[in-house]
C-alpha cells in the first residue's frame, strides 16, 4: 500500500509538472506582448515611450531574461511558495489567487451537492422503472442533458429565471442566491454524466446471478438495490465523480464569465488574455494538484471498497481494468 501511495505520488508530481511546462510553453507561444498589453490598457501610446522605458519595464517584470531563465524562476518560486507578482494588478499572486478560490469553491461544492444526488436518482429509477414509458425517458435524460453545452444552459437560466421571471440574481451579486443559477449550471452535466455511467453499471450488475438468487429468495427490488447493486455498480461512477470534480474547476471559466462572477475561472480567463504568466502559472499548477488529488484519494477508496484490488496489492489491477471489468460485465 505505502509502493502504491508512493508511485502515486510521484506520477502526480510529473502530472503538475507538465501542466506547468505546457502553460508556460502555450503563454510563451501565444502572440502578444504583456507590457504593450498592460499599457494599452492603462491608455498609453506605446511610440510616446522611449525604448530605454519599454525595457525598463520589462527588466521590472522579468521579461529581459531568456526564456530558460524565467521557466527556472517561475518554477523556483513556486516550490518556495512565492509564486511572485501579477503583471496585471502588480498584487501577489498569491493573494489575488486566495481571494478568488472561495468563490470558485464554493461554486464548485455546491454544484456537486447538486448533481450527484440527482444523478445516482436518475439512474436508480431508470433500473428499477423497467418496461415501461418513464423508465425510457430516465434512461434519456442523461443523454439530452450531456450533449446540451454548458454555456447554453447558463443563457437559458440567465434569460428565463433571472430576467423573465426574476426569481434569482442572474449577473454577479453576493450571498446564496447568487450561486443557485451558476452551480444549477454546472450541475447539470455533473447529474447527467454520473447518471450515464451508474446507470449503464447498474444494468449491467443487475444481469448478474446472484441478483437472479437473490430475487428467488423472495428479497424486494428496493432491498437489492440499495443493499446490493449500488455497491457492486457504484465504483464506476466513482471514478467518473473525481474526474467530474476537475470538470468543475476547469467548467467554471464559462459559468463564471456567463454569470459574471469574480472565482478562479474569471481569474485565469483574464490572465490568459493579458498573459499573465505568473497568475496563468499559479492557477495552472493549483488547478493540476486539485486533480491528482482527487484522483489519488478515488484511487484510495477503490482499495477500500474493491477488495479485487485489495488482493492484488494493486500492483496488476489498476482502475482502468476494473472498469473494462464492469463493462464486460
Same mark, same amino acid.
Do not use: C
Given at each position: 500500500?505505502?509502493?502504491?501511495?508512493?508511485?502515486?505520488?510521484?506520477?502526480?508530481?510529473?502530472?503538475?509538472?507538465?501542466?506547468?511546462?505546457?502553460?508556460?510553453?502555450?503563454?510563451?507561444?501565444?502572440?502578444?506582448?504583456?507590457?504593450?498589453?498592460?499599457?494599452?490598457?492603462?491608455?498609453?501610446?506605446? =511610440?510616446?515611450? +522611449?525604448?530605454?522605458? %519599454? /525595457?525598463?519595464?520589462?527588466?521590472? #517584470? $522579468? !521579461?529581459?531574461?531568456? *526564456? @530558460?531563465?524565467?521557466?527556472?524562476?517561475?518554477?523556483?518560486?513556486?516550490?518556495?511558495?512565492?509564486?511572485?507578482?501579477?503583471?496585471?494588478?502588480?498584487?501577489?499572486?498569491?493573494?489575488?489567487?486566495?481571494? =478568488?478560490?472561495? +468563490?470558485?469553491?464554493? %461554486? /464548485?461544492?455546491?454544484?456537486?451537492? #447538486? $448533481? !450527484?444526488?440527482?444523478? *445516482? @436518482?436518475?439512474?436508480?429509477?431508470?433500473?428499477?422503472?423497467?418496461?415501461?414509458?418513464?423508465?425510457?425517458?430516465?434512461?434519456?435524460?442523461?443523454?439530452?442533458?450531456?450533449?446540451?453545452?454548458?454555456?447554453?444552459?447558463?443563457?437559458?437560466?440567465?434569460?428565463?429565471?433571472?430576467?423573465?421571471?426574476? #426569481?434569482?440574481?442572474?449577473?454577479?451579486?453576493?450571498?446564496?442566491?447568487?450561486?443557485?443559477?451558476?452551480?444549477?449550471?454546472?450541475?447539470?452535466?455533473?447529474?447527467?454524466?454520473?447518471?450515464?455511467?451508474?446507470?449503464?453499471?447498474?444494468?449491467?450488475?443487475?444481469?448478474?446471478?446472484?441478483?437472479?438468487?437473490?430475487?428467488?429468495?423472495?428479497?424486494?427490488?428496493?432491498?437489492?438495490?440499495?443493499?446490493?447493486?449500488?455497491?457492486?455498480?457504484?465504483?464506476?461512477?466513482?471514478?467518473?465523480?473525481?474526474?467530474?470534480?476537475?470538470?468543475?474547476?476547469?467548467?467554471?471559466?464559462?459559468?463564471?464569465?456567463?454569470?459574471?462572477?469574480?472565482?478562479?475561472?474569471?481569474?485565469?480567463?483574464?490572465?490568459?488574455?493579458?498573459?499573465?504568466?505568473?497568475?496563468?502559472?499559479?492557477?495552472?499548477?493549483?488547478?493540476?494538484?486539485?486533480?491528482?488529488?482527487?484522483?489519488?484519494?478515488?484511487?484510495?477508496?477503490?482499495?477500500?471498497?474493491?477488495?479485487?484490488?485489495?488482493?492484488?496489492?494493486?500492483?496488476?489491477?489498476?482502475?482502468?481494468?476494473?472498469?473494462?471489468?464492469?463493462?464486460?460485465?
Amino acid at each position: 500500500m505505502a509502493r502504491f501511495v508512493l508511485l502515486r505520488a510521484l506520477n502526480a508530481l510529473i502530472t503538475i509538472w507538465i501542466a506547468f511546462t505546457l502553460a508556460f510553453v502555450v503563454l510563451r507561444v501565444v502572440p502578444g506582448d504583456p507590457v504593450q498589453i498592460q499599457l494599452s490598457r492603462s491608455g498609453a501610446d506605446n =511610440a510616446e515611450l +522611449a525604448p530605454e522605458k %519599454l /525595457a525598463a519595464l520589462r527588466a521590472d #517584470l $522579468g !521579461l529581459d531574461e531568456p *526564456v @530558460l531563465v524565467q521557466y527556472a524562476e517561475y518554477a523556483l518560486g513556486l516550490l518556495r511558495g512565492d509564486p511572485g507578482f501579477s503583471i496585471r494588478s502588480h498584487e501577489n499572486v498569491g493573494s489575488v489567487v486566495a481571494a =478568488a478560490l472561495p +468563490a470558485t469553491l464554493e %461554486l /464548485a461544492g455546491v454544484a456537486l451537492a #447538486l $448533481g !450527484l444526488p440527482v444523478g *445516482v @436518482l436518475l439512474a436508480v429509477l431508470a433500473t428499477l422503472i423497467r418496461g415501461r414509458w418513464v423508465g425510457g425517458l430516465l434512461k434519456s435524460t442523461p443523454l439530452v442533458g450531456v450533449s446540451i453545452p454548458t454555456f447554453l444552459i447558463g443563457l437559458l437560466l440567465v434569460h428565463f429565471v433571472a430576467f423573465e421571471w426574476r #426569481l434569482l440574481p442572474g449577473i454577479g451579486g453576493r450571498g446564496p442566491a447568487a450561486v443557485v443559477l451558476p452551480a444549477v449550471t454546472l450541475a447539470v452535466p455533473v447529474a447527467t454524466v454520473v447518471g450515464q455511467v451508474l446507470g449503464r453499471s447498474l444494468d449491467a450488475t443487475a444481469r448478474q446471478p446472484f441478483v437472479r438468487t437473490l430475487r428467488a429468495k423472495g428479497i424486494g427490488e428496493g432491498r437489492i438495490m440499495f443493499g446490493h447493486l449500488l455497491r457492486n455498480a457504484g465504483l464506476p461512477a466513482l471514478t467518473m465523480t473525481g474526474m467530474l470534480i476537475g470538470g468543475l474547476v476547469s467548467g467554471s471559466v464559462v459559468v463564471e464569465t456567463v454569470f459574471s462572477r469574480h472565482g478562479m475561472g474569471k481569474l485565469i480567463a483574464d490572465a490568459i488574455i493579458d498573459k499573465d504568466t505568473p497568475v496563468v502559472l499559479a492557477v495552472t499548477v493549483l488547478g493540476s494538484a486539485l486533480i491528482v488529488t482527487v484522483n489519488l484519494v478515488v484511487d484510495l477508496l477503490y482499495h477500500y471498497l474493491d477488495p479485487r484490488m485489495r488482493l492484488s496489492g494493486g500492483a496488476t489491477r489498476t482502475r482502468a481494468t476494473l472498469r473494462g471489468d464492469y463493462a464486460l460485465t
